[in-house]
């Protein structure tokens, strides 16, 4: 388990506390409308490297959409689920951080590189900066890196909550984690209820204004082009530099 992070309920849990059977029973909205935006007019035959895939949400629509993936995550139990519901997708477990695709030719590039699931919000020292590093060097030429986040305030305005199909998400509360996690961030504990069954999960998020978001991408040579939604949720960015 990742240091700050928990998880529980029934089921495997992975090291940032997700609960792999409770993201089996959670559905996809407007996700692709918007990573296919960014990633532009055509989507078929694209190569897309999603990091963080869990059990695999995303990654059917996004092969419907014509998009040839490569499905990221470092809990065996989320790939398996993937793999089990996907029969014949590319798979690889590693730590989004640590993720070196590639051999002697060089690193594996790829057209579209995906980071959702607000993981750039990473609450732990060094891990946001890991993780962008990760996607400029992974991301060709010419490509695009599609990054979901989330508005600076939302964690300050708790509880929070939404239905999801038969479930009740709802964060509940948000505070400084003792002895964890980088400069501004807060520990958030959320709550998944469901008729038959209840996780929980404890995790880092660190709040990022616009202007402290760009700036990390720009850290890690990735300069944003603009965001394709209209909350602003969805960032569209491209490499810049060597």
């Known amino acids: 388990m990742r240091e700050g992070y928990q998880g529980t309920g029934p089921g495997a849990i992975t090291p940032d506390g997700c609960a792999v059977e409770l993201y089996r029973r959670i559905g996809v909205r407007d996700e692709p409308q918007w990573i296919a935006r960014a990633a532009g007019e055509r989507t078929r035959g694209l190569r897309l490297l999603e990091l963080g ?6 990654t059917r629509p996004l092969i419907e959409l014509g998009f040839e993936v490569t499905a990221v995550d470092e809990s065996p139990e989320m790939l398996a689920a993937v793999r089990d519901a996907l029969p014949g997708v590319r798979t690889v477990r590693s730590s989004i951080e640590d993720l070196e695709l590639g051999g002697a030719g060089g690193v594996e590039r790829f057209d579209v590189v995906l980071l959702a699931s607000f993981l750039v919000h990473a609450g732990t020292e060094g ?3 890991a993780i962008l590093r990760t996607c400029r060097r992974h991301v060709a030429e010419g490509g695009v890196v599609v990054i979901q986040r989330k508005p600076a305030e939302q964690d300050a305005k708790l509880p929070y909550e939404r239905r999801e199909g038969e479930g009740l998400i709802r964060i509940s509360s948000s505070r400084p984690p003792e002895g964890v996690g980088r400069p501004g961030a807060r520990q958030l504990l959320c709550e998944y209820t469901y008729p038959d069954a209840k996780w ?3 995790y880092l998020s660190c709040a990022l204004t616009d202007a402290e978001f760009e700036a990390a991408l720009e850290e890690a040579g990735l300069s944003v082009t603009g965001y394709v939604d ?3 949720a969805w960032a569209r960015a491209v490499p810049v530099g060597p």
């Open 53 to 58: 895939c869990g059990v695999g949400r995303l």
């Open 127 to 129: 891990v946001r900066e």
């Open 200 to 202: 929980t999960q404890t």
């Open 230 to 232: 209209p909350a602003r």
